[in-house]
């Protein structure tokens, strides 16, 4: 469930990405961060399958539900990670822009 | 267990490797300027290393860092030394190990497996004559 959030996290971000008319909300960083979590996160997945077989695609109830509220805190993580980023960085000089204001008042 | 230490300890490499890259990029600019124009268009339809080296190392830090989000999720790193969880028993410690030589190295292969795969096409791409406007908009 994990790995499904996060798939469907980095194609929307790639999807975005590709839309994009300039990077000045640095579409990429999304689409590596969730993309990259989801290339490990198949890698444990083929290993839960050798171990479990067919049983992997049948978890209990409750461990979906950990899950995907796992899932949904990495997508988060990501997007607040993505957003540190974008504000420190800076790309507009919206934020330098907004102190230099703040700081001739 | 500690699989995405595999990755992360791969990313510190290849950051490295990406600015050694850049910086014999830099200094190669130089020389390039004074070769002939069909050498530099040659080397224009391909990305320059330290980019394709980039973009590996933002991928798997990217995995690191929400891998290891996971694992603190489930318990296995902690804020205190020694940080893994697997740490304080060697029982525990082997597995930890065997668990990074077998999922941490196959999670590095995936990833770097699928970027030189991205890399290959990115330059099959770079190499295709460029649209024209009225064609590439229908």
Redesign the interface.
């Known amino acids: 469930m994990?790995l499904l959030i996060?798939v469907f996290a980095a194609i929307f971000a790639t999807v975005k990405w590709y839309q994009r008319k300039d990077d000045s909300l640095m579409p990429g960083?999304p689409c590596?961060?969730?993309?990259?979590?989801?290339?490990?996160?198949?890698?444990?997945a083929?290993?839960g399958y050798i171990e479990d077989g067919a049983a992997f695609f049948e978890p209990e109830a409750a461990e979906m539900l950990n899950d995907a509220y796992?899932g949904l805190?990495?997508v988060a993580?990501?997007l607040i990670?993505w957003l540190v980023i974008l504000l420190v960085k800076d790309p507009k000089g919206i934020v330098k822009a907004g102190l230099k204001k703040k700081a001739a008042k | 267990m500690a699989?995405?230490l595999v990755?992360a300890a791969e990313a510190v490499v290849v950051t490295i490797a990406a600015k050694v890259a850049g910086s014999r990029e830099m200094s190669a600019e130089s020389v390039k300027l004074e070769k002939n124009a069909a050498a530099e268009e040659k080397q224009e339809n391909r990305l320059p290393w330290s980019r394709k080296l980039t973009?590996l190392a933002?991928?798997?830090?990217?995995?690191?860092?929400?891998?290891c989000?996971?694992h603190i999720?489930h318990g296995e790193v902690v804020p205190w030394f020694p940080f893994l969880t697997a740490m304080n028993d060697p029982g525990d410690t082997a597995e930890m190990l065997h668990e990074m030589s077998?999922?941490g190295v196959?999670?590095a292969?995936?990833?770097t497996v699928?970027w030189a795969i991205m890399m290959f096409v990115a330059d099959r791409i770079l190499a295709r004559p460029d649209k024209e406007p009225d064609k590439a908009a229908a």
Request: glycine residues 10%; charged residues 5%; contains cysteine.
């Open positions: 994990t996060c960083v590596v961060l969730f993309w990259g979590a989801s290339l490990m996160w198949l890698g444990d083929i290993f796992l805190s990495v993580l990501g990670l | 699989c995405f990755s973009i933002k991928l798997l830090w990217g995995g690191a860092f929400l891998l989000y996971e999720w077998t999922i196959t999670m292969i995936i990833v699928t």
